[in-house]
């Protein structure tokens, strides 16, 4: 799959989550049994277009592995197991938290990632992203400094990946702010310029240049 997504997205430096170019963005989480969490994922009902985000899922939650999340990837911080699916292949936007994101793959994924220090004045060139191909069970920790958005599809039937964050994340914020890309509760946010939903939303337009589309 990885070469047929490299031959076909030639305009993107293309790469997996085990190879030594994606720890400048994350690590990969090893020893976690995740045969539970995707079975359960695998009874949610995909949207009929577009992807769906649910900051946190009971039936999820209630699993050893969401326990074992907390401890040992946030240290007994409260967290939060979610879950985003559904379809896309498309790039629109990118985000970053002040605190790691947890991803298992329900699916095989791709993301499309960028650093914080890459920005410049709240803009960002997609020039300087790299995309990396998820397969189905690996888990991973997406670090604070990386923007990070939606996976990619590399099938027809979509994407699916559990979203495990620090507690309140995502969830809309109680004030208005003079910070124009925070957006959610612990939610930076930059729009592609091209994409005009989400600045129609409130999102601030900052990234600039292609809006990759992944083909598979």
Known sequence: MLNTLKEKNKNIEFFTVNDPEFAKYGRVIKGFDVSEIIAECEKMPYPDEGSKYEAGVASLENLAIAEKIKNEVYGELDTQIGACYGHNTTLN?????????????????????????EMKDGKFNSADAK??????????????????????????????SVVGLP?????????KYDDKLLFRKNKWLIAHEDNKALIERGVASGIYGENYTIKY
């Not at 191909?133 to 670090?143: D, N, R």
């Open 167 to 175: 507690k309140g994340t995502n969830i809309p914020l109680d004030g």
């Open 131 to 160: 995309a990396f191909y998820v397969k189905k069970g690996e888990v991973i920790e997406v670090y604070a400094s990386t923007l990070h958005f939606c996976p990619c599809q590399v099938s027809d039937d979509g994407f699916f």
């Open 93 to 117: 936007g990118l985000e970053y938290h002040k605190g790691s994101e947890v991803n298992i793959a329900v699916t095989d994924f791709v993301l499309i990632l960028g650093t914080i220090f």
